[in-house]
């Protein structure tokens, strides 16, 4: 079974400009995360999904970051435009439902490393 | 608000050592703990996950319990291997967030 796959692995970016990040969860997962991990720090959630309906994205900076989910599969984070502390690895995850949380089989993928200079 | 605190930050042993990375939480009304393994630039694998009303999971040489009450978990590595070498994440889920909460991470290095 393929595991949740992410592009671009790493990406440099200089400050001010754009960049976007997808996602391809594990077939017939229907909930899929976005987290935000910082060097030396936890991942932390940006926004969940369900299908193609968003969940929680209370700690999505709305200002700069988007995220969507066309057709309840792919997903697509977006920063517009980025800043120096958004440099972190953006990690993706699916499960097949939100209750799976309780039960651990959440999945990650190896994450986008974003470098803001 | 939850908030999940991991000590020590970094540990270097010796291989064949057993060892124990802690792990505390400030709000105890979860769901379950959990703990991952991130190797370097790879995303999370989950190593054991305890229930709320359970004490203790195993697998293999790891072995982590969990003490609701007092808001503590412990993981605890028996004869430590080089390939044990990565970044331990614990995570907790429930209470008032319904979210999964991840602590800071002890990064061990195990030295042949």
């Known amino acids: 079974e393929a595991g949740v796959a992410q592009s671009p692995r790493y990406k440099i970016i200089e400050k001010r400009q754009s960049v976007a990040f997808w996602c391809n969860p594990i077939?017939?997962?229907?909930?899929l995360y976005w987290y935000q991990q910082i060097l030396g720090q936890g991942p932390k959630l940006l926004i969940q999904f369900q299908n193609n309906g968003v969940v929680d994205d209370s700690q999505l900076p709305k200002d700069r970051f988007s995220a969507e989910r066309l057709k309840g599969v792919d997903s697509t984070l977006k920063i517009q435009p980025a800043k120096l502390e958004d440099s972190a690895v953006y990690l993706c995850?699916?499960?097949?439902?939100?209750?799976?949380?309780?039960?651990?089989?959440?999945?990650f993928g190896e994450g986008s490393r974003l470098t803001v200079l | 608000k939850q908030e999940v605190t991991q000590i020590p930050a970094a540990l270097s042993v010796p291989e064949g050592e057993n060892l124990v990375l802690n792990c505390s939480f400030t709000?105890?009304?979860?769901?379950?703990l959990q703990w991952f393994r991130q190797d370097p630039g790879k995303g999370l694998t989950s190593l054991l996950l305890?229930?709320?009303?359970?004490r203790e999971q195993t697998s293999g040489r790891l072995n982590a319990s969990l003490d609701k009450s007092s808001g503590r978990s412990t993981l605890y590595i028996a004869a430590s291997q080089p390939g044990d070498s990565a970044t331990y994440l614990c995570?907790?889920?429930?209470?008032?967030?319904?979210?999964?909460?991840f602590g800071t991470g002890t990064l061990l290095a195990v030295q042949p």
């Open positions: 077939s017939g997962h229907a909930t």
């Open positions: 995850a699916s499960s097949k439902g939100t209750q799976y949380v309780r039960t651990g089989e959440l999945f």
């Open positions: 709000d105890s009304a979860i769901y379950n």
């Open positions: 995570a907790v889920y429930g209470g008032a967030t319904n979210k999964l909460i």
């Open positions: 305890i229930q709320s009303s359970q």
